[in-house]
């Protein structure tokens, strides 16, 4: 369960990230298809014009060919030169037709005609079909395109009349690959795989931005059924692989129709790249947030395993602690119990002595360990700063010492009258600890040096011993709390690991700090600097002065 | 076999009372503070029973309790208050140690493990009629 609990917050975080991207996507999704039905209409529109145009060029043409048959001059007797002059004059003159003239008698077989080279297609090429249609409904016909040796022809079919009769039909004739039809859509550009094309009724192309895709068929049937059918649109499909769009437009006159055809990346690719490019950015940014999010999630549960292992060597260490003094008092008392009536005065003192100092050395623990652990919760320890005079806390704490570890020579140097600014029984808790550490790691008649340097602004106090020294790695982690134990010493000294600890908690509140530097069998130097101030003597002999 | 036991203790306090309780019941107590001192008096005064503290400041008591296969007759008695330790339990079960006794127990506990390695009393006892 509580697993599960430490596992919730990091679950809501990257459930909340993930939810923000997936918005994001969805919103980018969003926005990206319509900017494509934008474009896709965009197209639509332009098709339609395109095919608007055409109407206009081509009625445009039939009309002009009307007014050739109505109002010219013509006999319209078969074979007449003068007719084929006035057809022959015609072709040379008309912007569409081009290609040659006929004039055909209502059964159908013409009578006269003129072409520019290469003949007219004969009367049974299938490609009348749609224009004898369109003129038995009383329309101009248009036929689809037929091929002439070869060359591509297209053929407008409009009635000759005379004072409201038909007489005959004119036929005009335009080269489908050499047209203004065919110009005016070469000259359309659609990026590089874009491609206009006007399609007759059967879907052969009429005319085509590449005049060498003239005469041959557009082959989409659902593009040529709605082309049939009158209608706009816009289509996606594959072709040979490729996925393509076309839009495409009724042209009206003859199932005739414009179409416009293009790769569907090239035409959708800036919309659809910057799309990729928003989701890669949004997959990113949930990449990193997740990565950040379990640093910081792996980071803390680190530092919790470190407490927890921290806390757990406390008590490992605390238990220790607190058997050997346990021990003896109990060890002292019962032999006391047993033999005390054998015993001499001495050997009595002796024992209560042992109870004694025992229990005075369980109280200090108890007051360490409280007092550690109140520093590292960030709790107010009261500390009361005045003038205290180094040499002599020094000389206090060294004699204490040297009584206490006989065995160990702890030798001082310090200038004299030089004065910090501290608590006076932290600064004792401070060297105490400093001074049994340094006895704790030396070897037996290991020398202990301290020394105190007068600085402008501080004072550097430092304590030196020459035991087991530590490693740089053990030097980073050395203040921290319960760290000893993780050195891997533990049954070699004795000690809960809060000393150091403490010292630095105390230092730094009192203004000061405290560095270590050391060596794996070099021994260590634990220096402290405190806010130095002047002699409170001289402070009071400058006021003496002042009041004379 | 002599009557002394070695006591291997590098607190003062601790090796005066364990002192007082061995030598009360009629030993005699040769006290060392660390290995090199110990492995003197083993030399020099070849006692029945060794009493290992193995938490000292420079060499562990293990340090010892490794060299003392150069006294085979001489009983290891692990004296320390890691007894309930199994780090301390798996060392002892694969070096020659005899006992284990935690110095947190009854003080006299010590004194009756060095008893039950004392051989002139299983001597005694057997001649007891």
């Known amino acids: 369960m509580r697993t599960i609990k430490r596992f919730i917050p990091l679950v809501v975080s990257i459930a909340v990230v993930v939810a923000v991207a997936l918005v994001g996507l969805l919103e980018s999704a969003h926005a990206n298809a319509r900017a494509q039905q934008i474009r896709r209409d965009d197209r639509v529109s332009e098709q339609k014009d395109l095919a608007g145009l055409t109407n206009q060029y081509v009625m445009f043409a039939l009309k002009d060919a009307f007014d050739f048959g109505s109002i010219t001059q013509l006999s319209l007797k078969p074979g007449d030169p003068a007719d084929t002059a006035a057809i022959r004059a015609y072709v040379k003159r008309s912007a569409l037709l081009n290609y040659g003239g006929a004039l055909v008698g209502l059964n159908g077989m013409p009578f006269n005609a003129y072409d520019v080279g290469g003949g007219l297609p004969p009367v049974s090429d299938p490609g009348y079909v749609p224009l004898r249609t369109e003129l038995l409904a009383g329309k101009p016909g248009v036929s689809t395109v037929m091929k002439v040796h070869g060359v591509p022809v297209v053929a407008l079919a409009v009635p000759v009349q005379r004072r409201g009769s038909t007489l005959a039909i004119f036929v005009g004739y335009f080269r489908a690959d050499a047209n203004p039809l065919e110009t005016y859509n070469a000259r359309l550009q659609y990026g590089k795989t874009g491609q206009a094309l006007l399609v007759d009724s059967s879907g052969s192309v009429v005319a085509a931005s590449s005049s060498s895709e003239v005469g041959t068929t557009f082959g989409v049937g659902p593009v040529l059924r709605a082309l049939d059918r009158g209608e706009s649109g816009f289509l996606e499909f594959t072709s040979n692989g490729k996925r393509m769009v076309a839009s495409y437009s009724a042209v009206g006159i003859g199932g005739w129709g414009t179409i416009t055809t293009q790769t569907a990346s090239e035409f959708f690719g800036p919309i659809r790249s910057g799309g990729l490019h928003v989701a890669l950015a949004l997959i990113g940014l949930l990449v990193v947030a997740a990565a950040a999010l379990f640093l910081m999630n792996h980071k803390r549960q680190m530092a919790l395993a470190k407490a927890y292992e921290y806390k757990g060597q406390l008590l490992a260490n605390t238990t220790h602690e607190l058997k050997t003094p346990l021990t003896a008092i109990r060890g002292a008392a019962v032999t006391l119990g047993m033999r005390w009536r054998t015993m001499s005065a001495e050997q009595v003192d002796q024992f209560l002595g042992i109870i004694h100092r025992r229990c005075d050395g369980l109280s200090k623990l108890i007051e360490r360990i409280l007092l550690g652990a109140r520093l590292e919760a960030g709790r107010e320890v009261t500390l009361s700063p005045a003038p205290t005079e180094v040499l002599g806390s020094l000389r206090a704490i060294t004699s204490e010492f040297k009584d206490v570890s006989p065995k160990h020579p702890v030798l001082l140097a310090a200038p004299e009258n030089v004065w910090v600014n501290a608590d006076p029984e932290a600064l004792d808790q401070i060297l105490g600890l400093l001074l049994e550490n340094a006895i704790k790691y030396s070897p037996e008649g290991g020398e202990v040096r301290v020394a105190a340097i007068d600085g402008p602004r501080s004072v550097a106090i430092s304590v030196s011993d020459h035991g087991v020294g530590m490693s740089a790695e053990d030097r980073e982690h050395i203040f921290e709390p319960y760290f000893r134990a993780s050195r891997g010493d533990a049954n070699r000294f004795s000690g809960v690991g809060l000393g150091l600890s403490i010292v630095r908690h105390l230092v730094e509140r009192s203004g000061g700090s405290i560095s270590v530097e050391s060596a794996p069998g070099q021994g260590s130097t634990f220096t402290i600097t405190l806010p130095k101030i002047a002699s409170p003597m001289e402070h009071a002999v400058s006021l003496e002065g002042a009041d004379r | ?129």
């Open chain 2, 1 to 129: 076999m002599s009557d002394r036991v070695l006591l291997l203790e590098d607190d003062d306090d601790l090796a005066t009372i364990t002192d007082a309780l061995v030598s009360g019941a009629g030993y005699e107590v040769v006290r060392a503070s660390s290995v090199e001192d110990a492995i003197a008096e083993c030399e020099s005064a070849q006692p029945m029973v060794a009493l290992v503290d193995v938490q000292l400041p420079t060499r562990s008591g293990w340090d010892f309790v490794r060299e003392a296969t150069r006294w085979p007759d001489m009983r290891i008695v692990v004296y320390t208050v890691h007894h309930d330790e199994p780090e301390t339990m798996e060392r002892a079960a694969h070096m020659k140690v005899d006992a284990v006794v935690g110095k947190s127990s009854d003080p006299m506990r010590i004194v009756d493990v060095i008893r039950s390695f004392d051989h002139r009393l299983l001597e005694n006892t057997a001649k007891t009629p």
